[in-house]
């Protein structure tokens, strides 16, 4: 397992008793790299939306077990935050609560000489997703799939 990995799995360990004792929910943990810093990113939801304040609460007793714990290596920035309007569907439960909406696809490499997808989310399993796309069904392997998100037009 990669360390990245490692990170992530142990962090929401820890973070998910703080989530459930405050009613929110876990949506994702990453630990990534941009330019030379490291971030260990917590995103959490409820219904009605987060706010600073629930970030905070969930950012301060993370901060003292992290400290506490002391497994990551590196230096490190901790975010919690709001997973936004645009977040990618990475969970089942993420799949499930989408059902029936209407979603963006973006693939690694083309599929019938596409990339890019919009439908509705009609089924999934571990290994496929099913959109509806113009009345036809179009099943495409998860491992293909390089982002999967809501579709808004803004």
Known sequence: MAKRE???IKTEQLVQPIVD????ELVDVEYVKEGSNWYL???IDKQG???I???EVVSRALSDILDAKDFIEDAYILEVSSPGLTRPLKKDKDFQRNLEKEVEIKLFKPFEKRKDFDGVLKAFDA???TVEEDGREI???RSDIALIRLAFDF
């Open 139 to 141: 099943v495409f392997n």
């Open 6 to 8: 490692d990170y992530e």
């Open 127 to 129: 290994d496929t997703v």
């Open 49 to 51: 939306g987060i706010t």
């Open 41 to 43: 990113r917590i995103y």
């Open 21 to 24: 004792a405050n009613s929110f």
């Open 53 to 55: 304040d629930d970030c």
